[in-house]
Nanobody
Framework: VQLQAYGGGLVQAGGSLRLSCAAS????????MGWFRQAPGKEREFVGA??????????YYADSVKGRFTISRDNAKSTVDLQMDHLKVDDTAVYYC???????????????????WGQGTLVTVSS
């Protein structure tokens, strides 16, 4: 399994950025695809996730990004995107995509529950 996250960069506060994660080597539609981020000196935190097909493709978000970030997945292309709008300086972090096929709802936000991780892409939001 390989996950490749890309699309990070430098953006001003209030701006937008779209991250993408391309997956290979897995039955993509069966996997929960999560987005996490890690700021310097902080623990990795849950941003959001797109559930597998058996969950009806529902999406889930951390309160800190709800209403600003949108996750979408394309099972045909094995990709999951994170559209980030109204970015804040506090959104600055390395963003990671992750995948797991056995998650239950209560484990969505737990990094250790995900088996596969991408390499991360840096998002810097300037004031």
């Amino acid at each position: 399994v390989q996950l490749q996250a890309y699309g990070g960069g430098l953006v001003q506060a209030g701006g937008s950025l779209r991250l993408s994660c391309a997956a290979s080597g897995l039955s993509f539609s069966r996997y929960t695809m999560g987005w996490f981020r890690q700021a310097p000196g902080k623990e990795r935190e849950f941003v959001g996730a797109a559930g597998p097909s058996r969950w009806g493709g529902r999406t889930y978000y951390a309160d800190s990004v709800k209403g600003r970030f949108t996750i979408s997945r394309d099972n045909a292309k094995s990709t999951v995107d994170l559209q980030m709008d109204h970015l804040k300086v506090d959104d600055t972090a390395v963003y990671y995509c992750a995948a797991d096929s056995r998650l239950i709802y209560s484990s969505l936000t737990v990094p250790a529950r995900y088996d596969y991780w991408g390499q991360g892409t840096l998002v810097t939001v300037s004031s």
